[in-house]
């Protein structure tokens, strides 16, 4: 079983910063890639970036390149998203997301709670 927690959301100035970091507990052995996700009210979810387990970033949203980067700390069970140059139109609740690896070939994806990030004047 494993958990994540995502933290660091806000209300920011367009223009601004802001890092989100996601925090993963229970059997964090088992996992294997990592992304971020972001949902509008009415929306699917759309997939922001991703990372693999050996901490290359392999996914970026084309609306998002050369201004998010994702990293993770395997030491710490920490995955981050900095954002930067924020837009109003980056408004979501951004999830964190894990592939966790069962050992038999079965995979499933677990989800954090979102955090709330709003851009705007």
């Known amino acids: 079983q494993v958990q994540l927690v995502e933290s660091g959301g806000g209300l920011v100035q367009p223009g601004g910063s802001l890092r989100l970091s996601c925090a993963a507990s229970?059997?964090?052995?088992?996992?294997?890639?990592m992304g971020w996700y972001r949902q509008i009210p009415g929306k699917p979810r759309e997939l922001v970036a991703t990372?693999?387990?050996?901490?290359?970033?392999?996914y970026y949203a084309e609306s998002v390149k050369g201004r998010f980067t994702i990293s993770r700390d395997n030491g710490k069970n920490m995955v981050y998203l900095q954002m930067n140059s924020l837009k109003p139109e980056d408004t979501a609740v951004y999830y964190c997301?894990?592939?966790?690896?069962?050992?038999?070939?079965?995979?499933?994806?677990?989800w954090g709670q979102g955090t709330q990030v709003t851009v705007s004047s």
């Open positions: 997301n894990a592939e966790i690896i069962k050992g038999m070939g079965s995979k499933y994806d677990t």
């Open positions: 229970g059997s964090t052995f088992s996992i294997n890639v």
């Open positions: 990372i693999t387990r050996s901490g290359n970033a392999n």
